[in-house]
């Protein structure tokens, strides 16, 4: 059975870090492209990161970008998602995603797989 399964959100206060994990069980994740995906309440999903299968290239919007860090451990079979200086505006579930293929994608509907969420809330 494909699964994947995200672990690591909780409760930190602004200014704070956590690790996502996103573990894959059922297919071998060398060979897909791994987003990260971001759905606030009321608002539509968006994707917060991706690491491609081939070189391990990588792509942060730039709301993100220097605060957030992707990595990919394929011993593990597992994708990372590093968050530092969180804001209360990374409130949000955090998805993780997979993708069949080398290419990092940044649309909901180029992926294959989702995992069911973890989340995240930024608050004093």
């Known amino acids: 059975q494909v699964q994947l399964v995200e672990s690591g959100g909780g409760l930190v206060q602004p200014g704070g870090s956590l690790r996502l994990s996103c573990a894959a069980s059922?297919?071998?994740?060398?060979?897909?492209?791994i987003g990260w995906f971001r759905q606030a309440p009321g608002k539509e999903r968006e994707g917060v990161s991706c690491?491609?299968?081939?070189?391990?290239?990588?792509y942060y919007p730039d709301s993100v970008k220097g605060r957030f860090t992707i990595s990919r451990d394929n011993a593990k079979n597992t994708v990372y998602l590093t968050m530092n200086s969180l804001q209360s505006e990374d409130t949000a579930v955090y998805y993780c995603a997979a993708a069949s293929g080398q290419l990092c994608h940044r649309e909901p509907y180029e992926y294959n797989y989702w995992g069911q969420g973890t989340e995240v809330t930024v608050s004093s």
């Open positions: 690491i491609s299968s081939s070189d391990g290239s990588t």
């Open positions: 059922g297919f071998t994740l060398d060979y897909y492209a």
